[in-house]
């Protein structure tokens, strides 16, 4: 697996309306996207730092898994992901090769329209990890 570098942090809010002015007006960072990902139950807003994305997570149903997440854990840092230069199926097989358990067997559509899939923080030692598509 070729990863190039962190594609982005996942971190889960509350609400995107309350977290983007923190983003924007005290750390001086520019909100470039805001979207839905309705299969997943979550907003997204994005930043770029330099070249690794803030993505905020706002779940948009109760059931939801940032929801979830939040309840159990409060808001915060969610998941890492990693920029995959050689396919992230690839990335996929040879984690499972090497018996790391992983969330999706196959890569999904996710923000942005990349290819994601999620790796088990069980075997991740505690970090959600996200294998990315590298974007373009």
């Given at each position: 697996?070729?990863?190039?570098?962190?594609e982005?942090?996942g971190i889960?809010?509350?609400?995107?309306?309350?977290?983007?002015?923190?983003?924007?007006?005290i750390?001086?960072?520019?909100c470039?996207?805001?979207e839905?990902?309705a299969d997943?139950?979550?907003?997204?807003?994005?930043?770029?730092?330099?070249q690794?994305?803030?993505?905020?997570?706002?779940s948009?149903?109760?059931?939801?898994?940032?929801?979830?997440?939040?309840e159990k854990?409060?808001?915060?840092?969610?998941h890492?992901?990693?920029?995959?230069e050689?396919?992230?199926?690839?990335?996929?097989?040879?984690?499972q090769?090497?018996?790391?358990?992983?969330?999706?067997?196959?890569?999904?559509?996710?923000?942005?329209?990349?290819?994601?899939?999620?790796?088990?923080?069980?075997?991740?030692?505690?970090?959600?990890?996200?294998?990315?598509?590298?974007g373009?």
């Amino acid at each position: 697996m070729k990863i190039s570098h962190i594609e982005h942090l996942g971190i889960a809010v509350k609400s995107l309306d309350e977290a983007i002015p923190y983003y924007e007006n005290i750390l001086g960072l520019k909100c470039y996207a805001i979207e839905e990902v309705a299969d997943q139950k979550v907003k997204t807003a994005f930043f770029k730092v330099g070249q690794t994305k803030l993505e905020l997570l706002e779940s948009t149903t109760e059931d939801g898994t940032i929801a979830g997440f939040i309840e159990k854990r409060g808001e915060g840092i969610h998941h890492m992901a990693f920029a995959i230069e050689d396919g992230v199926q690839n990335a996929l097989d040879e984690v499972q090769a090497k018996e790391v358990r992983a969330i999706d067997k196959a890569p999904r559509r996710g923000a942005e329209g990349l290819d994601i899939a999620f790796l088990h923080p069980k075997s991740t030692h505690g970090v959600l990890t996200e294998l990315c598509e590298k974007g373009k």
